[in-house]
């Protein structure tokens, strides 16, 4: 569950305009309508100046807590900038507290006024609680949740805090932002834990990356379920190929949260993996798209408008460069292959490790681009590795140039050995390493959880 609170306090004497104060609540509705609509949660009603988001009702995702807290730190990045009189010169403060909290709740709906529904149990409270001791424009979680969305975002510890309804002292922690894709990591026993039984697998792509090397080109899509391991594979294959000099590593992630966000890996990754676009000031961010480009040997003066309509940079009046006055199809179109352009350029000069992973989440943009590089038959020096799930579909996937890998469950010989590494140092009795395979079906995540 997330709650979020705003505050609006005059600094002056006299109380904050009524009217002011309504229209910025106006505000706070359609940010949070918003959100709440990416994020897929379920708005409670209640004050207009407090929010509060549940999720996994009514409809129950793997990643729910996930969800509640990004959806806390976009809520609170859209206060940040929400304009409201006064502010600017001082009159006038606005801040905003979060704090999200798992746990279980019976909902009972709709209630009999028909106006939401009634939920029975202490996270409601609990959740509140953490609101309450947030500092201003932070978002502060449990100890419980923390466990769940740790691999997900950058925190830091606030402490153990007393907590009746928690029973006693817990650790809170403050959220600060979410962790690129890919750069989680997991523990030694977790990462090893998930590639047992995948030897095969990691073999053949190995051997594929040989073939990249001597100068071929490699399309594979591998499928599995949500949990049989394709990213810890992925993870250990990249950090296989690493270790060949002068490599190159691109990654698109696909998010759930973005399916309808045009290009919305393709722009992540020409941030932080191919421009490395760190600077806030866009003059040298520009500068720095320039001096990639020319390193590529790609025309900049035609690649350089394509690419900062592309990621929503300004061009200064003073620039030689000029965006075309073509249709919007026609931009897109030669932005498009200015894409495959960059890539064919980074796999001549070294070879290249493509991932993309989550193509079921792709929005359809990235999805058309894809299909442009894939019908251009295999790139030399490029390795294209893709994760889906069982049930994603694309035409292109029959063709002759890209392998399909299904992943399959454990055997129980694979599952037990799970189960012993993610065990660690402590020995189980052999009929709780039986009921563990058992109950988990051959899905490695499963078994690291119920471990």
């Not at 002292?169 to 990462?191: C, F, Q, T, W």
Request: aromatic share 6%; charged share 25%; hydrophobic share 40%.
């Amino acid at each position: 569950m997330l709650h979020c609170s705003v505050r609006v306090d005059s600094l002056a004497d006299d109380e904050v305009d009524p009217e002011d104060l309504a229209n910025a609540l106006k505000g706070l509705e359609q940010i949070s309508s918003a959100i709440v609509e990416q994020y897929e949660g379920y708005r409670l009603p209640g004050n207009p100046e407090e929010v509060s988001v549940m999720f996994g009702y009514p409809h129950a995702h793997d990643d729910d807590a996930r969800r509640a807290v990004a959806a806390g730190l976009a809520m609170l990045k859209r206060i940040r900038v929400m304009s409201f009189p006064g502010v600017a010169e001082g009159e006038v403060s606005v801040c905003a507290h979060a704090a999200a909290h798992s746990g279980l709740v019976v909902v009972n709906d709709p209630m009999v006024d028909g106006t939401g529904v009634s939920i029975v149990g202490r996270v409601p409270r609990i959740t509140s609680w953490l609101e309450s001791l947030a500092p201003d424009n932070a978002l502060v979680i449990s100890q419980i949740t923390h466990r769940l969305v740790s691999s997900h975002f950058q925190s830091v510890d606030l402490g153990p805090h007393e907590s009746v309804q928690l029973g006693g002292k817990v650790n809170l922690y403050r959220i600060e932002d979410a962790l690129e894709p890919g750069e989680a990591s997991l523990g030694d026993n977790h990462a090893s834990s998930r590639l047992e039984g995948r030897e095969l697998e990691l073999r053949l792509l190995e051997d594929r990356w040989e073939n990249v090397i001597e100068g071929e080109g490699q399309f594979i899509l591998m499928k599995g379920e949500a949990g049989i391991g394709k990213s810890s594979i992925v993870r250990a294959f990249a950090g296989y190929v690493s270790q060949t000099d002068n490599t190159r590593l691109v990654s698109w992630y696909c998010s759930p949260y973005e399916r309808n966000s045009e290009f919305f890996p393709v722009i992540q990754s020409l941030k932080t993996r191919i421009f490395d676009l760190k600077a806030k000031d866009s003059d040298r961010k520009l500068k720095k798209i320039e001096d990639v480009l020319s390193k590529l040997s790609i025309n900049v003066p035609t690649a350089m408008p394509l690419l900062a309509n592309l990621l929503s940079l300004n061009l200064p009046a003073r620039s030689s460069y000029k965006l075309s006055s073509a249709t919007s199809q026609v931009l897109r179109n030669r932005t498009m292959e200015l894409l495959i352009d960059i890539f064919r350029s980074m796999a001549i000069q070294n070879p290249v490790l493509f991932t993309i992973e989550g193509l079921q989440y792709a929005d359809p943009s990235t999805q058309e681009v894809l299909k442009m590089i894939l019908e251009q038959g295999a790139i030399t020096g490029m390795f294209l590795l893709m994760t889906s799930r069982p049930e994603f579909k694309a035409e292109w996937s029959n063709r002759p140039s890209v392998m399909v890998l299904d992943l399959h469950r454990l055997s129980r010989r694979d599952a037990a050995k799970v189960v012993e590494r993610a065990a660690g140092d402590k020995q189980l009795p052999e009929a709780l390493v039986k009921r563990i395979v058992d109950e988990t079906d051959g899905m490695p995540m499963y078994i690291e959880e119920l471990t």
